[in-house]
C-alpha cells in the first residue's frame, strides 16, 4: 500500500482516519485525499497535515466525476482505496435525499468502475460504511455481519446500495474489496449537527437541547479513533471480500447520553448561574422513521484480527468536550460559516 486514495478526508473520520494513518510506524506511502468540500467537508481538519509532510496530497473533487478520479488514480499511481466520502446526516437524508444518492451510490459506483479498470495493481478497496444498513433491533438482540439489510433512512438505503454493489464487485470481477459497518462515532472534528457536537456545543451556550421522541432511542457509541484503528486493521489484514462490523460495546439510550454531557460541562465549567444544564433538555418531534436500537456483535474482528476499543465512553467523552473547550475557533468558523467562505475563495467554487 504505497499511494492510498482516501476519499471524503476532509470530513469527521476521514480527517482523523488521514491523521491516524499518517503517524503509523505500519505505513510508509503517501495519502491522496479527495473530497469536494461540500459543508461537512473542512481543510481545517487536517490543518498541520497539510502543510508538514510531502506524504500527503489533497484534491478537491467530486467522487461522481468520473474523468477528475481517473485522472487520481493514473497521476497518483493508486494501488489502494479507503472510501470515506458520504452524505452522511440521518436528518438531511430525510429533508433531501437527492445528495445521498448521487454521492453515496453513485459515487461508490464510479470509484468500483476505476478500481476495475486499475485492478492489475489494485491491492484493495476498503469500503467505509454503517450498522444502520441493518435496520432496527428491538430491546434484544445484536447486529451481526449475517444480519440482513434492512435499511430505514435514505440515508441507510443508500448506504446499504453501495455496500451491495461493492461486494457484487468482488463476486463478480474478483475485485479486492474489505467492508466495514461501524456503530456510531464521536470525538474530535465531529460536525456540529450531530447528537454529541451539537449538545456539548448548545449547553456551552445555554441553548435548548432538542432530544428526538422520549430520548429512549439507543446507539452504540465508539470513539472515533478507535474506528479508525479498526478500518487500518481490516486493511491490513482482513480477509478480502469479507464484511467485518466494528462497534464500542456501549449501549446507551440518547437521554443519558445528553445527561452525561451536561454532567461532566456542570462539574468542568459550571454555567454562571449555577444551574444544572439538565434543565435545557428539550423533548422534541421524533426523527420520521427513527431506529429504535443499535448494537453491534464485533466478535468477527476481535476474534479475526485481534481489534478492541481502547477507550471507554467514559474516557472518549472527556477528550471529546476538551476537544471541543480547546478549539473554539475551530467551533466559530463553522458556526459563521467563515470557513466555507475560506473554501469559495480558496477553490474558486
Ligand atoms: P462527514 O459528513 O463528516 O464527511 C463526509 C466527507 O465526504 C466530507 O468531507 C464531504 O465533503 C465529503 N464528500 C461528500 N460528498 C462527496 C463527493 N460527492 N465527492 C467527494 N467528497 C464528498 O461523514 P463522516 O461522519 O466522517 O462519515 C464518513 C463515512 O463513515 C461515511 O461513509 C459514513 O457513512 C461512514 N460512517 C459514519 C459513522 C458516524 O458515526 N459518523 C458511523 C459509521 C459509518
Ligand atoms: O450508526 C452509525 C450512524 O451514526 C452513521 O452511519 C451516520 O453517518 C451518523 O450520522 C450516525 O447516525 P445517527 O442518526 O445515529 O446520528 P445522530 O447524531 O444524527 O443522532 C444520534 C441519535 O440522537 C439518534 O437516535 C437521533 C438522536 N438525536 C439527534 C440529533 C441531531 C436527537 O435526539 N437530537 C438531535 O438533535
Known amino acids: ?132 444498513v441493518y435496520g432496527s433491533l428491538g430491546k434484544e438482540g445484536y447486529f451481526k455481519e449475517t444480519t440482513a439489510y434492512d435499511p430505514s433512512s435514505p440515508y441507510s438505503a443508500s448506504k446499504a446500495a453501495s455496500d451491495h454493489l461493492v461486494m457484487a464487485y468482488s463476486r463478480t470481477y474478483g475485485l479486492p474489496v474489505t467492508l466495514s459497518n461501524c456503530s456510531n462515532n464521536y470525538g474530535p472534528y465531529h ?40 478500518v487500518w486493521r481490516i486493511m491490513q489484514q482482513g480477509r478480502r471480500g469479507q464484511t ?12 443519558s447520553v445528553v445527561e452525561i454531557i451536561c454532567d461532566i460541562l456542570d462539574e468542568i465549567v459550571p454555567s454562571d448561574s449555577g444551574t444544572s444544564r439538565r434543565s435545557l433538555i428539550t423533548f422534541v418531534t421524533d426523527r420520521p422513521g427513527h431506529d429504535l436500537r443499535y448494537a453491534i456483535d464485533c466478535t468477527k474482528i476481535e476474534k479475526e484480527l485481534g481489534w478492541l476499543p481502547q477507550e471507554s465512553f467514559k474516557t472518549g467523552i472527556r477528550q471529546t468536550i476538551d476537544w471541543y473547550l480547546t478549539h473554539q475557533k475551530w467551533v466559530d468558523r463553522i458556526k459563521t460559516g467563515e470557513y466555507l467562505k475560506w473554501i469559495e475563495s480558496h477553490y474558486k467554487m
Open 1 to 132: 500500500m504505497k499511494n492510498i486514495l482516501v476519499t471524503g478526508g476532509c470530513g469527521f473520520i476521514g480527517s482523523n482516519f488521514i491523521r491516524y494513518l499518517l503517524s503509523e510506524p505500519g505505513f510508509s506511502g503517501r495519502v491522496i485525499n479527495v473530497d469536494r468540500l461540500t459543508y461537512a467537508g473542512n481543510p481545517e481538519n487536517l490543518s498541520g497535515i497539510d502543510t508538514d509532510t510531502d506524504r500527503y496530497i489533497f484534491v478537491k473533487a467530486d467522487i461522481c466525476d468520473r474523468q477528475a478520479m481517473s485522472d487520481v488514480f493514473d497521476t497518483y499511481h493508486i494501488d489502494t482505496v479507503s472510501h470515506f466520502a458520504a452524505e452522511s446526516h440521518v436528518d438531511r437524508s430525510i429533508a433531501e435525499p437527492d445528495a445521498f444518492i448521487k454521492t453515496n451510490i453513485l459515487g461508490t459506483f464510479t470509484l468500483l468502475e476505476l478500481a476495475r479498470q486499475h485492478q492489475d495493481h489494485l491491492s484493495l478497496f476498503h469500503h467505509v460504511s454503517t450498522d444502520e
Open 191 to 230: 460536525f456540529p449537527e450531530k447528537l454529541i457536537p451539537l449538545m456539548i456545543l448548545n449547553a456551552l451556550e445555554g441553548k435548548p437541547l432538542p432530544v428526538y421522541g422520549d430520548g429512549g432511542n439507543i446507539r452504540d457509541w465508539l470513539f472515533v479513533t478507535d474506528h479508525c484503528r479498526a
Open 244 to 255: 467485518y462490523n466494528i462497534g464500542g460495546r456501549c449501549e446507551m439510550t440518547n437521554l
